[in-house]
T-cell receptor, first 112, second 116 residues
Framework: DQQVKQNSPSLSVQEGRISILNCDYT??????FLWYKKYPAEGPTFLIS?????DKNEDGRFTVFLNKSAKHLSLHIVPSQPGDSAVYFC???????????FGDGTTLTVKP | DAGVIQSPRHEVTEMGQEVTLRCKPI?????LFWYRQTMMRGLELLIY????????DSGMPEDRFSAKMPNASFSTLKIQPSEPRDSAVYFC??????????????FGDGTRLSIL
């Protein structure tokens, strides 16, 4: 039972356009969500997070939206840059768990 | 500041051999996580420690896998005996805050393990 799903294994966008990465979850106990970015031969690095008490969090070019009723979140990157090309992992956690559950990742390619 | 340090970066060994992966968390972090990444199963949590105590090892695949954290600055993940299906990238991550979900995890660069 995969509790965090990223249904798009890959996404390709043109430089300067918007990238939208999606994530769905099934566990209603999840109340905190994170996005990590991973380059080849490196570990994932934290990008942005959102608490379930919010529906939007913005940090520069990165914005995460949370739709609790749909159990869906998305990461928007505007404008996309070639350096954004990486694997993006969605992660979710519940207060009492002390751990995060990760999706399988989406490989983003930004073409110059 | 030094990040999470994992060693070795690459390990190639023959089936049946013992494999030991090492991790040094960020100083001051009190939670440590071991993950395995494969094409088939994605990034899966194997075990995590809080204040050097194993809290959840439900992700450890079988008895061939064991993990220890003898002190706050060192952890090992051991596979004995190793099998070809153990080939994967193993990540260690640490965080502060007693493992509360508010704190993002800091990952090492991983150990790429190949079992022949």
């Amino acid at each position: 039972d995969q509790q965090v799903k990223q249904n798009s294994p890959s996404l390709s966008v043109q430089e300067g356009r918007i990238s939208i990465l999606n994530c769905d979850y099934t566990n209603s106990m999840f109340d905190y969500f994170l996005w990590y970015k991973k380059y080849p031969a490196e570990g994932p690095t934290f990008l942005i997070s959102i608490s379930s008490i919010k529906d939007k969090n913005e940090d520069g070019r990165f914005t995460v939206f949370l739709n609790k009723s749909a159990k869906h979140l998305s990461l928007h990157i505007v404008p996309s840059q070639p350096g954004d090309s990486a694997v993006y992992f969605c992660a979710a956690s519940a207060w009492e768990a002390g751990k995060s559950t990760f999706g399988d990742g989406t490989t983003l390619t930004v073409k110059p | 500041d030094a990040g999470v340090i994992q060693s070795p970066r690459h390990e190639v060994t023959e089936m049946g051999q013992e494999v030991t992966l090492r991790c040094k968390p960020i100083s001051g972090h009190n939670s440590l996580f071991w993950y395995r990444q494969t094409m088939m199963r994605g990034l899966e949590l194997l075990i995590y420690f809080n204040n050097n105590v194993p809290i959840d090892d439900s992700g450890m695949p079988e008895d061939r896998f064991s993990a220890k954290m003898p002190n706050a600055s060192f952890s090992t993940l051991k596979i004995q005996p190793s099998e070809p299906r153990d080939s994967a990238v193993y990540f260690c991550a640490s965080t502060s805050g007693g493992g509360f979900r508010n704190q993002p995890q800091h990952f090492g660069d991983g150990t790429r393990l190949s079992i022949l």
